[in-house]
């Protein structure tokens, strides 16, 4: 062999030149791949709108784009949605049960007060610890049933330190826990020292309880229904 001659390639077969032409394809899609912008995840509470910011823009996203600019400038947060008004997070059913209980309550103390409230956290939040019932009781009648001078009332006496007190609430609590099988605390307030502090006006809602509307007019069950008068001869053989 001549030594100046240079060798000769050899010529692939095309078996090889299939499986070249299919790597130079792969290559070429992860560089392109490389250079798309990567589209982050974005809260679902943001809206894409166009904004000057440094660096080159990659335009705005359309129907038929598979890239667009993803700078947080162009992301804009949009208001929060207003949160449904619920009067409470109680269960309908348990609901039902203990609005009917307290109507007994209501009933048993009548005028001694302005009757049974839902207050608390089971107003305002699902994960409640327990459901407040208070029963807004008269000064005088609240003084006149516990025993105390109108002094004693912002004191332990006029609270969990009278017994007779302690014993009515954690009674009242107990049957109202079973007739609707919620974790009830029940407790007696004193009108002044509930509006005091514990008023609508210092953000302290109060949604009463035990109240029922009577039908307006006759009941359904008692209307009177006239029997529809029998039929004559024409009218059953014509």
Not at 36 to 57: I, L
Not at 135 to 142: R, T, V
Not at 180 to 203: C, E, Y
Request: proline fraction near 8%.
């Amino acid at each position: 062999m001549n030594p100046d001659e240079q060798p000769q390639a050899p010529v692939p077969t095309p078996e090889q030149e299939a499986v070249e032409a299919d790597i130079k394809q792969r290559l070429r899609e992860q560089q392109l791949k490389s250079l798309e912008v990567k589209e982050p995840k974005r809260a679902s509470n943001t809206v894409w709108r166009a904004a000057e910011h440094e660096g080159p823009c990659h335009g705005e996203p359309t129907d038929d784009a598979k890239t667009f600019c993803n700078h947080d400038a162009h992301w804009f947060q949009l208001m929060p949605a207003k949160p449904k008004w619920r009067a409470n997070y109680i269960g309908a059913p348990a609901f039902f049960n203990l609005n009917h209980a307290c109507r007994l309550v209501n009933d048993a103390f009548g005028d001694m007060g302005f009757g049974c409230y839902l207050v608390g956290s089971s107003m305002h939040r699902r994960d409640f610890r327990d459901v407040d019932i208070r029963y807004i009781m008269q000064d005088e009648a609240f003084d006149r049933l516990f025993r105390i001078e109108a002094a004693q009332a912002d004191t332990p006496l006029g609270g969990w330190l009278n017994p007779l007190w302690s014993l009515i609430c954690s009674s009242v609590a107990a049957w109202l826990s079973a007739q609707s099988g919620l974790p009830v605390d029940f407790q007696i307030q004193r009108m002044t020292q509930a509006n005091a502090a514990h008023s609508q006006k210092n953000g302290h809602p109060r949604s009463a309880m035990g109240i029922m509307f009577d039908y307006p007019g006759e009941l359904p069950s008692t209307l009177k229904v006239e029997a529809p008068a029998p039929l004559t001869e024409e009218e059953r053989h014509g």
